[in-house]
């Protein structure tokens, strides 16, 4: 500090406040900036706070803080060989917005000393600050208490689920007649109700007949990062580096898969799908958009491969449909359509048993240690029950519209 120095991730404690600034500016002869780094492309409120706590600290312990500035990822940054930290980074001030927020901030502080010193914890009720602006991680203790279908179960619930909690709601099955549910919610908690499964087998029967052999079931896994790893990629943009495909031809499954090595195999990738799509037939993925909008950055990236692309897209079929409409609709998924809710589900099979057993798991561990021989079977076990999945979910749809 005495030598005028740049000062990153320097800590200060005073009066039993602590904070560690990411990066402190000497400025003039007495003065201080604060630059706050964040992975994220935009401000958010939360970071206006953390700042202006910040500065509080910094200012008690006797710095002069002139200006406060957030530093983020410029989420028009396209990767073009070297990055240059000045176009990959955006600096806003924020000073005024820190003003504003540092107004009552010495009786904010006491209040939470005074809870940090009580001998008892305050009688909190679980609502939306639990998730906002982070997760907490006593929730799971907080919200034990909840039944097996509770009113935070209600597809897409949002503030309805809160409203009927603060009611003195808490059960599914519990809400009442007269409050205003739409048609999806209300399947949903007739279904809790009766302890049955809601079928509307004339819809079921007329996405069954969209379906054109032979049957392709299609699904990707991907990873994203902060700092984008090849040229002509953005930050967090999704990069595909497997795939699984089981063909369905009306006799007999085969199944196909691809795992790329370390490194940018994005249109090896694409040569491997071109091998194994074929000319025809639908192409079954579960929540279309995610696919389609890699098929669309692959074929940005390697514009030859576009006119196949786009063939591609026209043949997808979305099997998500008949469960986001609730055309089919069972109470063990809670409120959720989601693949790894829908399949035990129906089929009463799951992902348990697999050392990965989700695509955040996969995208980890490859980017990790992507050239580990155990890695890369696990990887293939995950994405390969991705796509099988599906075939199940779509025999036993065949089952119900015979029933």
Known sequence: IKQRKPLFEVAFMVDNLYSRADILVPVGKDEWDI??????????????????????????????????????????????????????????????????????????ISNILSIMKADVC?????????????????????????????????????????????????????????????????????????????????????????????????????????????????????????????????????????????????????????????DSGSIIVFYQSFEIGRLKELAEAFPEYKKWVNGIIKRIVDLIVPFQNFDYYNPKQKGSCSLKKVLPAMTGKGYEGLEISDGETASILFTKDGLNPKVRKDLLKYCELDTEAMIWMVDELNKLIKE
Request: net charge negative; proline share 4%; glycine share 6%.
């Open 35 to 108: 630059i706050e780094v964040k992975s994220a492309t935009k401000i958010k409120e939360v970071n206006i706070h953390d700042v202006a706590f910040q500065k509080h600290v910094y200012e008690k312990a006797g710095l002069k803080i002139r200006k406060c500035f957030l530093l983020h990822i410029n989420n028009k940054f396209v990767k073009k060989g070297e990055i240059n930290p000045e176009e990959f980074f955006t600096k806003e001030d924020i000073t005024v917005q820190v003003y504003l927020a540092i107004e009552g901030i010495e009786t904010e």
């Open 122 to 278: 305050p009688d909190i009720d679980i609502g939306k600050h639990c998730r906002d602006p982070y997760g907490c991680p006593l929730e799971d203790q907080c919200w034990g208490f909840l039944p097996e279908a509770s009113v935070f179960d209600l597809y897409r619930g949002g503030a309805k689920s809160f409203q009927l909690f603060e009611d003195g709601v808490v059960n599914l099955n519990d809400i009442p007649e007269t409050f205003k549910l739409n048609d999806k919610q209300g399947i949903q908690r007739d279904c809790d109700i009766n302890n049955e499964i809601h079928v509307n087998k004339g819809k079921i029967k007329r996405f069954l007949a969209t379906l054109q052999y032979p049957l392709y079931y299609f699904d990707f896994e991907t990873f994203a990062t902060a700092i984008p790893l090849y040229d002509g990629t953005k930050s967090y943009q999704q990069i595909p580096f497997q795939f699984s495909l089981h063909v369905d031809d009306g006799k007999e499954i085969k199944h196909y898969e691809f795992l790329a090595n370390p490194g940018d195999e994005r249109k090896i990738l694409l040569e491997e799908m071109k091998k194994v799509l074929g």
